[in-house]
């Protein structure tokens, strides 16, 4: 059975950018890099929600992105 191990995460604020020209939404995104894996995700959205009002777009979501190395 193969084992996978957490190396590395991303938090990822995604801002609304407003429309476009065809009325579709733009989404633009910050990203934090090395963050500590064991990081909780209460702590990293009540980051977010501190960072919001700094950002010029209002805040949509916030994402994080976990990377895994996979060993059997």
Do not use: C, W
């Not at 009325?23 to 890099?33: A, D, E, P, V, Y």
């Not at 894996?37 to 805040?59: E, I, K, R």
């Amino acid at each position: 059975m193969a084992n996978g191990t957490l190396v590395s995460s991303t938090f990822v604020m995604v801002l609304d950018g407003g429309l476009d020209t065809d009325g579709k939404q733009i989404l633009k995104k910050k990203s934090f890099r090395n963050i500590k894996a064991g990081a909780a995700h209460d702590a990293l959205y009540t980051v977010a929600s501190n960072l919001a009002p700094l950002q010029q777009h209002p805040l949509l979501s916030v994402e994080r992105d976990d990377a895994t190395t996979i060993q059997n």
